[in-house]
Every structure is written in C-alpha cells, then in structure tokens.
C-alpha cells in the first residue's frame, strides 16, 4: 500500500507565493514520476506540473516561469513552489505519483488534495 500526503496549501494575496509538498510513502520500490494537478470549481482536473525520475520537467503554459517542481528522491517527496499567485491559480492542488511497488505492479496514486485561494 502506497499513501500520498500533502501540505502547504492555505490563502494568500494575489503576487503572493505558496509552497506545496507531498510525501510518498508505504510500499515503493520506485518512482517513475511525481506531479501536481489542479481542479477549479466546475473545470476538470488539469496538469500543473510533472517531475520524472530523470528530473525531466513538464508546465502547464499558464504556471511557466511561476511556478518550479522540485523532487528529493531520497525522501520521496515532490514540492511545487508557487509564485506570482493569480486568482486564477485558485483550485484544489492534487499530487500524483506513478509508483512501482514492492510487487513490482505500477500504479497511479492521488493524494486527498490542498485548497489554494489566491484571493485579496
């Protein structure tokens, strides 16, 4: 069994920054690739931002040049640094990983989501 945690979210003025991080844990023997996905009220779930185990990086053109995916493979985390927030950029922040187990199966796994308002 393969459990994702996130932290970080909160409320914050638009020009403002967030740092959102997810702790993979349980059963893994290896990460393929970690990322961030977000859903606004009434949209579907987008990609924000994507991570491989080669370090090789994915944006969402809306978050270029504002927000950074990070990952310590040591730790099995990911971080999303969020900065020059956009009331736009308001939604629910999902991390997902895609991880091989110890039985070797490779699965898809969500966390439980993070609200992010960019609001004054």
């Known amino acids: 069994q393969v459990q994702l945690v996130e932290s970080g979210g909160g409320l914050v003025q638009p020009g403002g920054s967030l740092r959102l991080s997810c702790a993979a844990s349980?059963?893994?023997?290896?990460?393929?690739?970690m990322g961030w996905y977000r859903q606004a009220p009434g949209k579907q779930r987008e990609l924000v931002a994507v991570?491989?185990?080669?370090?090789?990086?994915n944006y969402a053109d809306s978050v270029k040049g504002r927000f950074t995916i990070s990952v310590d493979n040591a730790k099995n985390t990911v971080a999303l640094q969020m900065n020059s927030l956009k009331p736009e950029d308001t939604a629910v922040y999902f991390c997902?990983?895609?991880?091989?187990?110890?039985?070797?199966?490779?699965?898809?796994?969500w966390g439980q989501g993070t609200q992010v308002t960019v609001s004054s």
């Open positions: 991570i491989t185990s080669g370090s090789s990086t």
């Open positions: 349980g059963s893994i023997f290896s990460i393929n690739a």
């Open positions: 997902n990983a895609d991880i091989q187990s110890t039985t070797r199966s490779t699965t898809d796994y």
